[in-house]
């Protein structure tokens, strides 16, 4: 069946996208149901907010541990957009934690050289941002969402986007065509079997629009967040960096501290330096734990961290907490401007999806948020002004979405091997050797459309990760440790049509 509607669908039902559908006033929702990462975010919202704070100092950090590669522009358009961005939400009746004085609090985290970040509920912020956002959308007559409905595919004529190739609850296929297309699905935090992403984070925005031939960037930059609880759950329950911003300490299993002699910020060092320093901890059987002993009211300041830990029968206040590092956060993503513009017309990307360059190869705490927030404004704008009626989509030949069952097996086995030879250290031979197991899972993996996904993405996270031949950021090559200067530059992808 094919559906013509004249206003611009948004994939995805998080921070991004439900920023971005307010902007459009006029839209259709696709959301698949779940919970998705923005929900379970711990950490706040950075913004320059603060008496002694401005947009560019927050700037000049979000540059400082983007390993010389963030595209300047793109974070002044974050940190400027910050304060406004804080002010609509709470416009919309977002409520955040207050000091005394009745400011808003502010608290630090890892590569702030100033307190700038805006909590709900102590550790509750995402949740508070998702309420306020899907109260407004659920306000706004003019945007249908379509609960439980997953996009599958874009349909692209020519050197247009059109519409997409969508699956209703009960999993019938249809075809929407659009004029104005917008990804918001989130990053690929679930193609590793360590990560703090719920389920349904597995790159099919990315893997959609690599079957289209859209132009991708920076593919190989996973950011894992050091403090994961080791629990044995899985989606793993994140220990927030903002109980390091409290004082809490990582220490090994004869309690010494030991970032001391990894970087001059110890535990606020930038998370891909203390998520490497945990890596190697465990791996050479040392241990590593956090220690939050320190934290005052810690049930009442973080009310999400003290349940997961009462869960797996600790208590923060008088245990240390085992920790490992965990896939968190993708920088790499379709190749998109600040108007969230990509490639091809019609398709725009916005959030973790888009790779706008403003994270460069490690993105700063909680700007995730931020990001969803402000470019998603700026993408509705660029929208509004940009679509046009929609094609004539007869010559659209159809892909695997219509033909593949959605789920199937093989997926296991990739995220252990994207976990093991794809993760926080990688090695050409390592690099390799996942990408022939890969091939040897082929025809597994794509007799369903949740395998051909992960096979896809985990394809092109290889090969970009093979190509950046040094250490940067996110990205760590023990056979290249160090950082090269030839190689400060952003990873372009012309993908050809993986959609064979
Ligand atoms: C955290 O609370 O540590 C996560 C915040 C983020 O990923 O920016």
């Known amino acids: 069946m094919i559906r013509r509607v004249k206003v611009p669908i948004v994939i995805g039902s998080g921070v991004a996208g439900l920023s971005t559908a307010l902007g459009l006033h006029e839209s259709i929702v696709v959301s698949a149901g779940a919970l998705g990462s923005t929900w379970w ?60 004085t009745g400011d808003i609090a502010l608290g630090r985290e890892a590569g702030h050289q100033r307190r700038r970040i805006i909590h709900a509920e102590g550790d509750r912020t995402g949740y508070e941002v998702m309420r306020t ?13 379509l609960e439980g409905w997953r996009a599958l595919d874009l349909v692209r004529v020519g050197q247009r986007v059109v ?27 679930r193609l590793y079997s360590h990560t703090t992403n719920p389920p349904g984070v597995t790159g099919d925005g990315l893997a959609m629009a690599a079957r289209v031939g859209v132009r991708l960037a920076d593919l190989e930059f996973v950011q894992f967040h050091p403090t994961a609880l080791d629990s044995g759950l899985d989606p793993m329950p994140l220990l927030t960096e903002a ?42 059987g040392l241990g590593a734990f956090l220690d939050a002993r320190v934290v005052d009211n810690f049930a009442d300041r973080f009310p999400t961290v003290f349940r997961v830990a009462q869960d797996a029968g600790l208590d923060p206040r008088t245990d240390l907490l085992p920790v490992s590092p965990a ?13 969230g513009r990509t490639s091809l017309a019609g398709l725009w990307a916005v959030g973790e999806v888009a790779s706008t360059g403003v994270h460069g190869a490690n993105r700063l705490a909680s700007n995730s948020l931020l990001e969803g927030l402000v470019f998603g404004a700026l993408v509705a704008n660029d929208v509004a002004q940009a679509f046009e009626l929609p094609a004539d989509i007869s010559e659209f030949r159809s892909g695997p979405a219509f033909d593949l069952p959605l789920t199937g097996s093989g997926i296991e086995e990739v995220r ?51 190509r950046r031949s040094e250490s940067r950021g996110g990205h760590y090559r023990a056979d290249y440790p160090e950082t090269d ?3 400060a530059n952003r990873n372009l992808v012309e993908p050809i049509s993986i959609d064979d």
């Open 416 to 466: 252990a091997l994207m976990w093991e030879r794809v993760g926080l250290v990688r090695t050409g031979p390592g690099l390799w050797d996942a990408r022939n197991r890969l091939l040897e899972l082929d025809n597994e993996l794509r007799s369903n459309l949740a395998g051909r996904v992960a096979a896809d993405v985990a394809r092109l996270v290889i090969a970009a990760a093979l």
């Open 243 to 284: 109980l390091r911003g409290e004082g809490a300490h990582l220490v090994d299993s004869e309690g010494g501290r030991f970032m001391i002699p990894y970087h001059p910020d110890v535990e606020l060092a930038p998370r891909d330096v203390v998520a490497r320093a945990i890596f190697w901890q465990l791996d050479r």
């Open 163 to 189: 519409g997409i190739v969508v699956a209703d609850p009960h999993g019938d296929r249809e075809i929407i065509e659009s004029p104005a297309v917008i990804l918001a699905t989130g990053g690929i935090g």
């Open 327 to 339: 896939a968190h956060y993708y920088m790499g993503g379709i190749d998109a401007d600040t108007n």
């Open 133 to 145: 956002l899907t109260e407004a959308v659920l306000g706004q007559p003019a945007i249908e969402t």
């Open 485 to 487: 200067l030839f190689q």
């Open 41 to 100: 975010a711990q950490g706040g919202i950075a913004a320059a907010v603060g008496g002694d704070d401005r947009p560019d100092l927050h700037a000049r950090d979000t540059m400082a541990v983007s390993g010389g590669i963030a595209v300047r522009d793109a974070v002044d358009m974050l940190t400027e957009g910050g304060p406004a961005a804080i002010d609509r939400l709470r416009e919309l009746g977002a409520r955040f934690d207050t000091a005394p």
